[in-house]
């Protein structure tokens, strides 16, 4: 009977359990506990805790639990050997290491909270993992013996010992303007460690910012800096956790090609992003992985970069026969030219203009017609977000118009916290319709908003709030929808959920949609319209008329100095290695964006 065994694997969330209001009904309820066996009992932090051994697997606590904290899941008895770390009693656990390879790029690609952070900390020899055992000292000897026979032995020996620099550019990076003190150009020179720093300044665009203190740096101003002193500090193993949050598009493949030139150094390099166009671009091989997020994740791989990907979209990995999503995410080409044509345009704005702070924005006369998605996209700094401010009427043009439209919804860039808890705030935005299937199922479950019902705004992290912003916005019943920047901390499998909500939502009700986006596979797969901006960010940005997709994206990729193509298989954008004859072709006869077939 010992093949048809399983690890079983019980995780709850303390910071929303709460026993003193429910009672304890899984404990109460637990049918080993009703015959004198503790399957679960009230530990001594007044939590309680499950004895995965003891555990029959029913699902009876789970079902009992009114705030959703307990998950039970069985997993394959071989894995217990794989188990690198393992956060607590009932918390999540890592199984399974990517690894690194000298002159290569390789990337990491997951869902948020399933351990992808966990695993670079453990690889910068920040985090020791403790291999599942919760009782001692977790130990550098341990960690070698456990990976004996692979490229992870040698790795370890080497960084318990100090002969590897390890280099790691953190996912959460608003934490520097917190720990950090003094200016930019202090910074850089602390982590050039007194080499020259002023061309990766340049390079990384600090060059005017150098004398402004870091604890009033924005969020791309942050993140360009993390990356430049990353570079600075050097290493021969550098780790990029999410480098494109907050960047533009011409900033993202700035950096890819950055990371790929230190790939030319010999260095050994792991990224991960949610950023599939940037990962295809950036990678010559990838890791995948899948599980539960704050459950459990496991690490597959490696796989080249298109096989890796495309398997992850695809929701399977054949090597391992392991479905790990119920559904594919498929891209559709659509006709360049096709045009949805429905009665009236609705959505108007005539040529504008707006001065402020030594920054002028100017924009051609446009619409939006019915049941379209008008992409908007460009450089940071060029007048994006002014642009849907001025169509939001929340800010009136330089001859005093304010566009005044009957419907509006509006995801602002930087959503408030407020004093509100999620579901007040969601079912003032939905009325009658928050218990509905549209919304339910459409919007709060794919972004997992249901576990976060009962917190209030001012409680959620900066990823948690963008989620609810977004449904907030999309759950109103409105005429025009304006989305600024909605990708950004959102996972691959939340990003393509919202996008398709986007297109669902102008379709059917006939909406019309404005997104301002820099990840080009959502604008790609969402969009029937692009708008571009350009000119010189913070000084100057003129805003084009909008045109079918291809004229703006190879409006677009020309300016970026890119190509792209269409995967035979997923159909998804995939951007030319630079100078490779697709490339070469394409460029020859101007086609940015795809050669049409």
Not at 269 to 287: C, E, G, K, T
Not at 397 to 410: I, K, P, Q
Not at 567 to 577: A, G, L, S
Request: overall charge negative.
């Amino acid at each position: 009977m010992s093949h048809f065994q399983k690890l079983r694997v019980a995780v709850l969330e303390l910071e929303r359990c709460q026993p003193d209001k429910c009672g304890t009904p899984c404990i109460t309820f637990c049918p080993p506990v009703r015959n004198g066996i503790d399957a679960i009992r009230l530990a001594s932090n007044g939590f309680p805790e499950i004895s995965e051994e003891l555990c029959i697997g029913c699902g009876i606590c789970v079902a009992k639990c009114p705030f959703d904290v307990i998950t039970i899941v069985n997993l394959p008895t071989e894995l217990s050997e794989d188990l690198v770390h393992q956060y607590g009693v009932n918390a999540f656990r890592l199984y399974r290491l990517p690894h690194v390879e000298a002159g290569k790029v390789v990337g990491v690609l997951g869902r948020n909270g399933i351990g992808k952070s966990t695993a670079f900390r453990v690889l910068s020899g920040q985090l020791i993992p403790n291999l599942g055992n919760l009782e001692g000292q977790a130990k550098w000897e341990d960690v070698q013996l456990k990976f004996r026979g692979t490229v992870l032995q040698e790795y370890f020996k080497r960084v318990a010992s100090g002969d590897v620099r390890v280099v790691l550019k953190p996912q959460q990076i608003e934490q520097i303007s917190r720990a950090v003190r003094g200016t930019v150009r202090e910074l850089l020179r602390r982590a050039a460690g007194g080499d020259r720093y002023e061309d990766v300044a340049k390079e990384f665009e600090l060059t005017h910012i150098l004398d402004r203190d870091v604890s009033v740096l924005s969020g791309g101003e942050l993140q360009r800096l993390a990356l430049a002193a990353a570079i600075l500090r050097g290493g021969e193993v550098m780790l990029f956790d999410e480098p494109t949050s907050f960047l533009d598009i011409r900033q993202r493949f700035r950096v890819a090609k950055t990371i790929r030139g230190l790939a030319t150094e010999q260095k050994s390099i792991l990224v991960a992003d949610h950023d599939l166009a940037f990962m295809d671009y950036v990678s010559d091989a990838v890791f995948v992985l899948y599980g539960d997020p704050s459950v459990y994740g496991i690490v597959s791989g490696p796989y080249n970069s298109r096989e890796g990907i495309n398997d992850y979209l695809e929701g399977y990995l054949p090597l391992e026969n392991v479905r790990f999503r119920s559904y594919r995410i498929s891209f559709q080409v659509k006709g360049p030219e096709e045009h949805r044509e429905q009665a009236g345009y609705g959505l108007y704005w005539p040529e504008m203009t707006k001065t402020f702070n030594g920054f002028k924005m100017r924009v051609s006369e446009g619409d939006v017609g019915r049941g379209e998605v008008l992409a908007v996209v460009g450089p940071n700094g060029t007048g994006k977000t002014t642009f849907v401010k001025l169509l939001a009427g929340q800010l009136e043009d330089d001859r005093g118009l304010r566009l005044n439209y009957a419907s509006v919804s509006y995801k602002p860039q930087h959503p408030l916290p407020r004093h509100e808890t999620v579901e007040e705030v969601l079912r003032a935005a939905t009325g009658e319709r928050f218990e509905g299937e549209f919304v339910q199922s459409e919007l709060i479950k794919p972004l997992r908003i249901d576990k976060l019902l009962e917190r209030r705004l001012d409680e959620l992290s900066g990823g948690e709030l963008q989620k609810v912003s977004i449904v907030e916005a999309l759950s109103r019943d409105a005429d025009i929808y304006l989305l600024d920047e909605p990708s950004a901390f959102l996972d691959v499998e939340e990003r393509y959920n919202v996008a398709k909500t986007i297109r669902r939502i102008a379709a059917d009700l006939s909406a019309h949609v404005v997104l301002v986006e820099h990840d080009l596979m959502i604008v790609d797969f969402a969009a029937t319209k692009v708008m571009v901006f350009t000119g010189e960010p913070g000084v100057r940005g003129e805003a084009l008329p909008p045109s079918d997709l291809r004229t703006g994206f190879n409006a677009l990729l020309k300016e970026l100095g890119v190509t792209f193509r269409r995967d035979h298989e997923t159909k998804r954008p995939r951007v030319n290695k630079p100078g490779s004859r697709l490339d070469r072709l394409q460029r020859e006869v101007g086609e940015y964006y795809y050669l049409s077939t």
